[in-house]
């Protein structure tokens, strides 16, 4: 049965979290998925409760899926982004969200682009924080989001075969898929050059390949990554050309494979290079799926992470 309560105070990334966490989540964005498809789709349970969104790196689905969840649940919502603010005349970290908290915010989401940077401030910050992506570390509401479309569609998880495909080594995305999946019972299978795989990622309970079409024949439903151009000036493979021809998901290699596979991709979505337009916008495709989720999932982190500090007084 699922205890009620979150075991953790923060949501710094998908290894902190129980099975009994995974479910308690799934569940509570099972009762906001159906509210948010309801003709008024708020609610008032946080409306004492202010939030702020600290984004110190580019995002369009994390920021607005995390904005519009927190006015979902009536919560008070501030916004920071890195270019214009105070950062740029030397003010570090800790003292821009010490700044922040003062003004009464109960609640930090945090993009940065240093792993480890989420664990950090909630080490040294009396706050709850939300890790809305930390570098190549961890994304763990986008690995939920993830997990709970595959549910919708796969129902329970355990024994069930999910790759995922692309440039793992800089991917937190696939980090937080990992510890989730393995978590719920699945097998994975990574698939990539071996230079966009970490060292030992076999340690975490995986297995790994560069044979594309095989995987594809292999799995139930696949992760496509996109290439994280940004997090590198080193080439790790001759041209996206190349890449695309072997790691690339396209009708030619999916033809191959006879069986209805799930296509999963985090976004932002490089058309031509990790996956064509034809299979993103496919009848497989739950790309949008997952976005819709991602409201529901970020509603039930922030309510359950509430919850549990006592600072909300309303039910949903
Ligand atoms: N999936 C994801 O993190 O997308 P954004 O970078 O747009 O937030």
């Known amino acids: 049965m699922t205890r009620n309560k979150l075991s953790v105070d923060h949501l710094l990334g998908i290894k902190y979290l129980t099975e009994n966490d995974l479910n308690l989540i799934f569940q509570t964005a099972s009762h906001f998925k159906e509210i948010i498809n309801r003709p008024i789709k708020k609610v008032p349970s946080l409306r004492d409760i202010t939030i702020a969104n ?9 920021k607005l899926s995390f904005e519009l969840a927190e006015k979902r649940l009536s919560a008070d919502v501030i916004n920071f982004s890195y270019s214009g603010s105070s950062i740029s005349k030397g003010e570090n970290l800790i003292d821009t969200i010490s700044n922040i908290i003062a003004m009464k915010v109960d609640i930090i989401v945090l993009r940065h682009p240093s792993p480890g940077s989420a664990l950090f401030v909630s080490k040294n910050i009396n706050s709850c924080i939300i890790n809305a ?3 190549t570390h961890e994304h763990p509401s986008q690995g939920l989001l993830d997990a709970y479309s595959l549910i919708e569609k796969l129902g329970n998880l355990k024994g069930k075969k999910i790759a995922i495909v692309g440039d793992v080594l800089h991917s937190r995305v696939a980090l937080s898929n990992v510890f989730l999946l393995n978590t719920l019972g699945a097998e994975i299978k990574l698939c990539a050059p071996k230079s966009l795989l970490p060292k030992d990622i076999e340690s975490l309970g995986v297995t790994a390949t560069d044979d594309l079409v095989n995987t594809l ?8 990554l996109r290439i994280q151009n940004e997090r590198t000036d080193v080439k790790f493979f001759p041209s996206n050309r ?13 033809n191959k494979v006879k069986k209805d596979v799930l296509i999963l991709h985090p976004g932002p979505i490089n058309r031509g290079v990790e996956i064509t337009s034809d299979l ?7 790309i949008l799926n997952q976005v819709e989720n991602g409201v529901a999932i970020r509603m039930a982190i922030i309510y359950l992470l509430a919850s549990k500090l006592k600072m909300i007084d309303y039910d949903y």
Do not use: H, P, Q
């Open 133 to 135: 992506g930390d570098g």
């Open 217 to 224: 024949k292999w799995c139930d439903a696949v992760n496509m």
């Open 280 to 286: 993103a916008d496919s009848e497989n495709a739950i």
């Open 54 to 62: 600290l984004f110190f790196e580019n995002s369009t689905r994390t």
């Open 242 to 254: 190349e890449y695309s021809k072997l790691f690339g998901l396209d009708r030619e290699k999916f």
